[in-house]
């Protein structure tokens, strides 16, 4: 009898070690196996070992930016989907809504995001970016500026420095062949 007891002892002990899993976790594991991509996307896992940080490749192949292959890391904290996720464009890419640290400006990502939202959201929403530049909210205002008031030079810029050309004493990082 007294073995029983030691066995149902250890048994709770080795559960209370177990790690747990966090709902965050929980939450992007549906994520993930709900994610539906467009054939220009695709993503990538940098740390196998953990979903809640990944790598989103977009390639528009329509747009402005379509030839293009932009690249971002999103990362998840405990706290998700209550919290945002923090997306980071990893190229130096001349667009209104980036700026020149890769910090991205989405709607979604701030204050419209919404627990009800998922990573498909935030993917969708980062393509759309590259569709449609809005020059309203702007994260590089010099960007937003020239789409709002000359769209064929913005266009150019755009072309120029998708191949990793300078403007206005700014590089930017070759994105496109």
């Given at each position: 009898m007294i073995n029983l007891w030691s066995q149902r002892r250890e048994a709770e002990e080795a559960r209370k070690q177990?790690?747990?899993?966090?709902?965050?976790?929980?939450?992007?594991?549906?994520?993930?196996?709900?994610?539906?991509?467009?054939?220009?996307?695709e993503v990538q896992f940098p740390d196998?070992?953990?979903?809640?940080?990944?790598?989103?490749?977009?390639r528009p192949?329509?747009?402005?930016?379509?030839?293009?292959?932009f690249r971002f890391r999103i990362a998840m904290n405990d706290n998700y989907p209550h919290d945002p996720p923090?997306?980071?464009c990893l190229q130096r890419v001349y667009h209104p809504?980036?700026?020149?640290?890769?910090?991205?400006?989405?709607n979604i990502l701030r204050e419209e995001w919404n627990p009800i939202l998922n990573l498909n959201s935030v993917t969708v929403g980062l393509l759309f970016l590259f569709l449609d530049p809005n020059a309203d909210d702007p994260l590089n205002?010099?960007?937003?500026?020239?789409l709002r008031r000359n769209r064929q030079n913005f266009h150019a810029h755009v072309k120029r420095t998708?191949?990793?050309?300078?403007?206005?004493?700014?590089?930017?990082?070759?994105?496109?062949a």
């Open positions: 177990r790690p747990k899993t966090s709902p965050a976790l929980i939450r992007m594991q549906k994520d993930i196996s709900e994610l539906d991509l467009p054939p220009t996307m196998p070992a953990s979903i809640m940080q990944l790598e989103l490749i977009v192949d329509e747009g402005i930016y379509e030839g293009g292959t923090k997306v980071k809504n980036l700026d020149l640290d890769g910090n991205v400006c989405l205002k010099e960007a937003a500026e020239e998708m191949k990793g050309a300078s403007l206005n004493g700014v590089h930017y990082d070759q994105v496109a």
